[in-house]
Every structure is written in structure tokens, then in C-alpha cells.
């Protein structure tokens, strides 16, 4: 971090603090760009929690130098990628208290059927999205990929690039660790891969949070992965701080990095305003534990083991941790996945959650007191019901722990070779990029002291291509070769199952295939780009992507991206085209960047934040109140 004490007016003799993070040169090959066809939609469109009836449509606009206030954006939904058979189209303001995000539940629409999607603002259009609804009847089957743990700075996320080019999925759930909080260099930096993201803090206030995500949607391969599936997500812990828990978390210091109340909600309103997740009805509009159901066939139950109801982590053995009155899930979500559990009239009760809650033991002793091992009892309840209730069919799936898992969910009496008295199953999915672990022999070792641990692979990154039938529930993992450069090659190597009514896994030695079993329509094309590029600034630009807070205080925090590399001026003008504060000369590399200008001399008004480099100026207004 640098500091600068720059320019006086001559009128306001006015001194401005300047300090822009040091950043890293991209190469070519990795730097996040914008590309200038995709103006003022540079994040792409994304879709979520598909209803039989209904689907989540979502944008980001960056806003013009003029758009200071509410802007107007339209949008429609259609059943051809032509966009010519409208089903339903509408028109809302988005603004800077939801940082411009745009978020559409579209109703009306009809079950099990694919649907394209494309927003519209002051003349430009997005890139059009695909959808697809779930079914609201008998459907022979359905099929998702799996993913958890996305580090940027980790590797390219050529998990995302596989599941594009698939195009035989239903929906993408990820269960959690979508982004990470950390600082630059912080977690697990890849040096081949060379992927710097913005900020280079560690992220804490809900500016930090957004320009984070920000940079997560300009990744090619996510963004390319959101315009082609709906996503259902809920967050882990990463997405507000490391081991998170109610009112707390192992990476956040109260004090110095402020209230944990205070960073939580950040965390939690940037989580809705950046993925395309339904707001819940309730008292907390973001509460993410919900339902989602694919006609009789299945019920995803969404959980929150994370920032609910979570008792601080404390170990796996001793009085603490054995206590009756712990909570993973807090009570009223207990109640409510109770309630599920006994009313749903699906086949599969499929829990997506986001820690291991097969038990993991070494040497007889439980070794990660943040998983469901750090709270018994409460796994105990969730076991005691399903079996009490005499509930079928549950699969639970699990991120979290980079590393891949295939698990019976034992109760007392349990027996390894005949997968008797089990109450269920779990697949964990591995990483797309955060590393695991990597101990010689380790995997077979813990098989061999955990019998219902059929399967374990500790460090390759890759997914879970998930099929259900009315006859089974089928996981494959796919695992990339590499993350240190990008490639789209993914395969198979294991597969388990369950069978309709048992409570135990089976090996299968053949991936499913897009065959016969699989009676949905799925081949539809993939969403094509606009034909027809409508920016004037069709051959790029620098942009200033957002300022925070606007109105500003004391400071202003800014995102932009520099096409070219070279020397940049950043200047504030007044609102007549005055310059009041100039002249930050300093090179900066091409791709997104974010920096600071203290604004706290400035009086009271409307200002110009202007970046100037090569032939290039970008410019956006800011109030100081
Ligand atoms: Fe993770």
C-alpha cells in the first residue's frame, strides 16, 4: 500500500490523501477483462432456485457517468434462443443500496422446460442467460453438478468450464465457499496460474464483500457457467469469514476488524444482492435454509449448518462438545427440517449442506471439531428422526473439506460390510480449486478404521455430477487434470449409489451416462451472445465499475478496470468540470484494480471521480455529503 499526499487547489487549498493497493501485472492469458460487447452488463445474467412456476433471473448494471440515481432495466424471458416466443417481461429500477445488482423472480412459467432470459437498459442488452424450471410431477429423473470451494487465487476454475461444456445438467448446486475472504497471497496462492483478486484485503465491509464478488463474475468460466444453468446455493463459511459460526468466526477479531454482527450482515446482503438466490419471506429475509423440489421425485432441502444457529466450535471430546442442549442447526430450523422430512411427498429427501456429517475418526478419535463430529447431539436428533419417522431415502450432500467422500451415515449397531442399520447416505464433493490435503496413504488409512467411509480421495479438485432416478441416486466425481492453466478436460473415476429404498451405498464401476434413464430434454443449444454490439464503446474502454459509499463520508473505495497497461491520473472535479483534486500519476497493469481517495476536505456536493490513461478516460459522479 502506498500513500500519496498530493495536489492544492489553488482555490480550496485542499490536500487529498491518495493510496492505491499495489497490484500485480496480469499476462495476458489470466487477467480479468471487460469485454466491451457486454456494456453495461459486464457481469453477465445468472438464473436460481428454479420452481416448478417460477426461476430467479439476475444482472449487474454498471452504471454510466449520468446514472447517479435509480436506473430503469427491462427484461424478458422466452422459449427460443431467438428471443421471438415471449412467455413474460417486466421492467424495475435497481440502485446503489442493492450495488445495482437486478434480481427478477419471473412467475407464470411452465414446469420442466427451458427457458431463455436477457435484460435490457437504455438501449443495450445483456448476453441472454438459459434456465430451466424444475417439474412439478412424476419426472424419471434429474441431474445436477456439485461444487463447493472456489478459490480464484487457487487456480482456474476449470470446473465450471467442464460443467458448461456438458450441457446435460438440470441446475449447478453449490454448497458453499463460493468466494473466500482473505487478503491477497493469503490462502493458497497459485504462482503458475498467476490470478490476483480485488480487494487485496482481506474482505470485511460490505464494499470489500461486493468488489470481491464483482471479480468472481468476471471470471469467463464462471460467468459462462451462470448464463448457462440456474444455480442453487448456500453459502459456508468463506463467504463471511474461516469457521463461522453465529456470533463469531476462527478469521474475524472483534475490535480490529470490527462487530462480527456488523460483518456478517455485509456478508450476508452482498451474498443476495450478487447471486440470483430467492429472499426469503420471513423475519430474515436472508435466510438461505428452503426447499426445492423436482416434482415427486426429489426435495432438495436446503440447509444452514454455517450462520443460523451454529454454537461455537469446541472440539470433539469433553463435556462442551457432548452437551444435549448444542446446536448445529438451531432450533427453529431443526423444527423446520423435521417438518420437511415428515410432509414431503418426494422420493428423495436430498439434504444440501455444507460440512461432513459422517463421523471421522483416527485412531478412535474424531479429529475436525467443525463438522457435524463437533456436534453430536445434534447429529443424534436429525438421525433419531429419520429413523423414528421411519423417513427413506435421504442423501445428503456435502462441500467444504476440498476432498472427496462417500459415506453411510452409521447409527449404533452399524455394519460395514452389509451397510445395515445406516441411516442414510452422503457424497462430499471436492473443491474447484482450494487445495486439500495430500498424505501418502492417508485415504486408505482412514477407510480402514471408518467403515462406512466407502470412498476417499483427499486433493484432486473437480465435482459431482449427481443423477436421480426413481431407482437410484447415482454420484460420479469428476476431477480436472490441472488448475494451473485453463482446459475444459474432466473425468470420471469413481461412482456410488444408493438404491431406491436401501440406506446404503453401492460401487458402480460406470459413470452415468446421458442415456435412455435420462428423459429430459437436454440438449438444448446454449444461449448465443447478441449479435448486434450497441456500445459506443464498442472498441473498450477503462471503466469505473463502482465507488463506495456513495454518498461518501470521509473516503471514496473504487473498482475499475484499465485496458492497457500504463500510467493512469486519477482526478476529482467538481460538478462544473473544475478540477479541485489532480493528479495521481502511477503505472497500472491492465485488468481490474481497485483504489482509495480521501474525500473528507471536500464540501458538500456532487464530484467527478476521473481516470485517465493512454487515450482512454473514464469518469463517475460521487456525492460527498
Ligand atoms: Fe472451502
Not at 281 to 309: C, E, V
Amino acid at each position: 500500500m502506498k500513500k500519496y499526499l498530493f495536489n492544492i487547489n489553488k482555490q480550496l487549498f485542499v490536500f487529498f490523501g491518495i493510496i492505491l493497493f499495489s497490484t500485480k501485472a496480469y499476462t495476458q492469458n489470466n487477467r480479468l477483462i471487460l469485454e466491451p460487447c457486454m456494456e453495461p452488463f459486464y457481469h453477465g445474467v445468472a438464473s436460481g432456485d428454479p420452481l416448478a412456476d417460477r426461476v430467479i433471473i439476475w444482472t449487474r448494471i454498471t452504471p454510466t457517468i449520468n446514472q447517479t440515481g435509480s436506473i430503469l432495466v427491462n427484461w424478458k424471458i422466452a422459449l427460443d434462443t431467438g428471443m421471438q416466443n415471449i412467455i413474460n417481461n417486466g421492467s424495475l429500477f435497481t440502485n446503489s443500496t442493492v450495488d445495482y445488482t437486478v434480481k427478477v423472480d419471473v412467475t407464470n412459467l411452465q414446469p420442466n422446460t427451458y427457458y431463455y432470459y436477457e435484460f435490457e437498459s437504455d438501449g443495450k442488452h445483456s448476453v441472454r442467460g438459459r434456465t430451466k424450471t424444475a417439474p412439478n410431477t412424476n419426472n424419471d429423473s434429474a441431474r445436477f453438478a456439485i461444487v463447493s470451494c472456489a478459490n480464484f487465487e487457487a487456480g482456474f476454475f476449470n470446473v465450471y468450464k467442464n460443467i458448461v461444456q456438458r450441457n446435460d445438467i438440470d441446475a449447478v448446486i453449490c454448497l458453499g465457499d463460493y468466494i473466500y475472504e482473505y487478503e491477497t497471497g493469503g490462502y493458497s496462492p497459485n504462482t503458475t496460474a498467476n490470478r490476483t483478486w480485488e480487494p487485496a484485503n482481506e474482505i470485511i465491509s460490505i464494499a470489500d464483500y461486493r468488489m470481491r464478488y464483482s471479480v468472481y463474475h468476471l471470471d469467463e468460466d464462471l460467468r459462462k457457467c451462470h448464463q448457462q444453468y440456474p444455480f442453487i446455493v448456500i453459502w459456508d463459511d468463506h463467504e463471511s469469514a474461516n469457521d463461522a459460526w453465529l456470533n463469531g468466526a476462527e478469521n474475524h477479531t472483534n475490535g480490529t476488524e470490527g462487530n462480527w454482527l456488523t460483518r456478517k450482515n455485509a456478508a450476508k446482503q452482498a451474498y443476495f444482492e450478487w447471486l440470483p438466490i430467492r429472499q426469503a419471506n420471513g423475519n430474515d429475509p436472508y435466510q438461505i435454509f428452503r426447499h426445492i423440489q423436482y416434482g415427486n421425485l426429489l426435495d432438495l432441502i436446503m440447509l444452514d449448518t454455517r450462520l443460523h444457529g451454529r454454537d461455537v466450535q469446541a472440539g470433539t471430546t469433553g463435556t462442551t462438545v457432548n452437551s444435549t442442549t448444542r446446536q448445529l442447526l438451531g432450533t427453529d430450523q431443526f423444527t423446520w427440517l423435521g417438518n420437511r422430512l415428515d410432509s414431503s411427498n418426494c422420493q428423495w429427501k436430498i439434504l444440501a449442506q455444507q460440512v461432513m456429517m459422517a463421523p471421522l475418526k483416527i485412531l478412535g478419535t474424531a479429529i475436525n471439531d467443525d463438522q457435524w463430529d463437533g456436534y453430536p447431539a445434534e447429529r443424534n436428533r436429525v438421525f433419531n428422526h429419520i429413523i423414528s419417522n421411519n423417513i427413506n431415502n435421504v442423501v445428503v450432500l456435502t462441500g467444504d473439506i476440498h476432498s472427496s467422500w462417500a459415506n453411510d451415515l452409521p447409527l449404533s449397531g452399524y455394519n460395514g460390510t452389509t451397510g445395515a442399520n445406516s441411516a442414510g447416505v452422503e457424497f462430499v464433493t471436492p473443491s474447484v480449486t482450494s487445495p486439500g490435503i495430500t498424505i501418502p496413504g492417508g485415504a486408505t488409512a482412514i477407510q480402514l478404521s471408518n467403515s462406512h467411509i466407502k470412498y476417499a480421495d483427499l486433493n484432486q479438485h473437480g465435482f459431482i455430477l449427481l443423477t436421480v432416478t426413481s431407482q437410484k441416486t447415482q454420484a460420479d466425481w469428476y476431477y480436472v487434470n490441472t488448475i494451473d492453466f485453463s482446459t475444459a478436460v474432466a473425468t470420471s473415476t469413481k461412482s456410488y449409489y444408493v438404491n431406491n429404498n436401501e440406506r446404503f451405498l453401492r460401487n458402480s464401476t460406470i459413470a452415468m451416462q446421458a442415456s435412455s434413464t435420462i428423459t429430459n430434454t437436454l440438449q438444448a443449444p446454449p444461449c448465443p451472445r447478441p449479435n448486434t454490439v450497441t456500445s459506443i464503446y464498442s472498441q473498450g474502454q477503462n471503466v469505473i465499475l463502482s465507488i463506495y459509499p456513495n454518498p461518501a463520508i470521509s473516503e471514496i473505495y473504487f473498482q475499475y478496470s484499465i485496458l492497457q497497461s500504463g500510467n493512469a491520473i486519477f482526478s476529482v472535479y467538481d460538478i462544473n468540470g473544475k478540477s479541485i483534486q489532480i493528479n495521481l500519476s502511477e503505472y497500472v497493469s491492465d485488468g481490474i484494480h481497485i483504489g482509495k481517495i480521501d474525500v473528507s476536505q471536500l464540501s458538500a456536493g456532487m464530484y467527478l471521480l476521473v481516470i485517465e490513461n493512454g487515450n482512454s478516460k473514464t469518469e463517475k459522479k460521487f456525492i460527498k455529503q
